[in-house]
């Protein structure tokens, strides 16, 4: 399900963030599925309970993920919500090379580039 890697620079509770939304988008995760319990995941990633209690946190504040008490939680409604988080820095990366003059097809090409590398 989810792979972390401790080694990196992006913090932990951003890298769960970032594979929830990622299994949203791919439609591995569907509105109302449940996700395991925050100590569950902890436990299988070899982590700290409470770095997984802050990216539950954060889902739940960008509407991501929804909790019932004593049920647990569960994927939200989307309306796209998980694609904006893995595109949020995308976005603000494309707008400052659009301003520092790189051309619109430039960053296309890059995109279409990229797509193949991962395909």
Do not use: H, W
Not at 10 to 28: F, K, L, N, W
Not at 47 to 68: C, F, H, Q, W
């Amino acid at each position: 399900m989810i792979s972390i890697d401790v080694t990196g620079r992006t913090p932990i509770y951003e890298q769960i963030c970032r594979a929830i939304c990622s299994e949203i988008a791919r439609g591995m995760l569907k509105e109302n599925d449940k996700i395991p319990p925050s100590r569950t995941l902890a436990q299988q990633l070899g982590l700290n309970p409470n770095t997984v209690t802050k990216a539950y946190s954060m889902l739940e504040r960008d509407g991501i993920i929804y909790t019932l008490a004593g049920k647990g939680s569960f994927i939200a409604p989307q309306d796209g919500k998980a694609i904006s988080t893995l595109t949020r820095g995308f976005e603000e990366s494309a707008r400052e090379a659009l301003q520092a003059g790189v051309p619109a097809e430039t960053l296309i090409e890059t995109i279409n580039r990229l797509k193949g590398d991962i395909q």
